[in-house]
């Protein structure tokens, strides 16, 4: 069975920093592209970052793209999210996925609150 658990959610104020991790299993996690997506209150869920499954990085969004950076431990099978200088705006719940183009599996998802 495919399992993605996320974690390192919570709060922050503007400007500061969180890691998000994803724990892999089940599945081959070296031989997937995987991804982070998040979904702001009210609004739909979206791609923020993309990384293929030799570690070479695809694509941030370009609402994140210079603060956020995505990268993974194929021998762990873990993937990560480093976002940094965060906004308000980043508020929302983070999720890891199977994937880079479809996404077949998802994981439960994890919190982030940035706020002052």
């Known amino acids: 069975e495919v399992q993605l658990v996320e974690s390192g959610g919570g709060m922050v104020q503007p400007g500061g920093s969180l890691r998000l991790s994803c724990a892999a299993s089940?599945?081959?996690?070296?031989?997937?592209?995987m991804s982070w997506h998040r979904q702001a209150p009210g609004k739909e869920r979206e791609v923020v970052a993309i990384?293929?499954?030799?570690?070479?990085?695809?694509g941030y969004s370009d609402s994140v793209r210079g603060r956020f950076t995505i990268s993974r431990d194929n021998g762990k099978d873990m993937l990560y999210l480093e976002m940094n200088n965060l906004r308000p705006e980043d508020t929302g719940l983070y999720y890891c996925?199977?994937?880079?183009?479809?996404?077949?599996?998802w994981g439960q998802g994890t919190s982030v609150t940035v706020s002052s």
């Open positions: 990384i293929s499954f030799g570690g070479g990085v695809d």
């Open positions: 089940g599945f081959s996690f070296n031989s997937y592209d």
């Open positions: 996925a199977r994937g880079s183009k479809y996404f077949d599996s």
